[in-house]
């Protein structure tokens, strides 16, 4: 909603429904839980062998990578969702570029991006522990959406399919 609410441009609202939305838009008070979803989604791919990082795993790191940045941005209400904005907030050298490639991006950089991103919005480096990365996948198996997702094509060896 924040996305809509801080982007969005009228084509054709003949009843204002969108400045409704806007004018009603409330911050919630954390967004310290999208953040930790994202980096979970990410630690749970950048845990995998490059090998089993197909395509439709690294579409799931760039859905988590993104979602933890945008919301580590409006946690501190001021909402970016352009990745050259995020890569300036954050100051990741090539996050931009790494986030226009993402259709053809190798799991090398993925891993290599998702360790900084993790490290920078976590504060810690990412455990890489059997025990630490089965608890991961156990916990955002748990979380429902994308999350769930994530960790079911983990499991399970989804394929290039999705």
């Given at each position: 909603?924040?996305h809509?609410v801080?982007?969005?441009?009228v084509?054709?609202d003949?009843?204002?429904?969108?400045?409704e939305?806007?004018?009603?838009?409330?911050?919630?008070?954390?967004?310290?839980a999208?953040?930790?979803?994202?980096?979970?989604?990410?630690?749970?791919?950048?845990?995998l062998p490059?090998?089993k990082?197909?395509?439709?795993?690294?579409?799931?790191?760039?859905?988590g990578?993104?979602?933890?940045?945008?919301?580590?941005?409006?946690?501190?209400?001021?909402?970016?969702f352009s990745?050259a904005?995020?890569?300036?907030?954050f100051?990741?050298?090539?996050?931009?570029?790494?986030?226009?490639l993402?259709?053809?991006?190798?799991?090398?950089?993925?891993?290599?991006?998702?360790?900084?991103?993790?490290?920078?919005?976590m504060?810690?480096?990412?455990?890489?522990?059997?025990?630490?990365?089965k608890?991961?996948?156990?916990f955002?198996?748990?979380?429902?959406?994308?999350?769930t997702?994530?960790?079911?094509?983990?499991?399970?060896?989804?394929?290039?399919?999705?």
């Amino acid at each position: 909603m924040l996305h809509i609410v801080e982007e969005a441009r009228v084509l054709f609202d003949p009843i204002a429904r969108l400045d409704e939305l806007k004018n009603s838009f409330v911050y919630k008070d954390s967004y310290a839980a999208d953040v930790e979803t994202g980096c979970r989604i990410i630690a749970a791919v950048v845990s995998l062998p490059q090998e089993k990082m197909n395509r439709a795993i690294i579409r799931r790191y760039f859905w988590g990578m993104r979602t933890a940045l945008m919301a580590a941005s409006a946690n501190e209400r001021v909402p970016l969702f352009s990745a050259a904005d995020l890569e300036a907030r954050f100051a990741i050298v090539g996050l931009e570029r790494h986030i226009s490639l993402r259709g053809d991006a190798r799991p090398g950089d993925c891993r290599e991006f998702g360790l900084t991103i993790y490290q920078t919005l976590m504060g810690t480096s990412l455990p890489n522990d059997q025990r630490s990365i089965k608890q991961n996948l156990e916990f955002i198996m748990g979380l429902g959406g994308v999350a769930t997702a994530t960790a079911g094509e983990i499991i399970y060896g989804i394929g290039e399919e999705l």
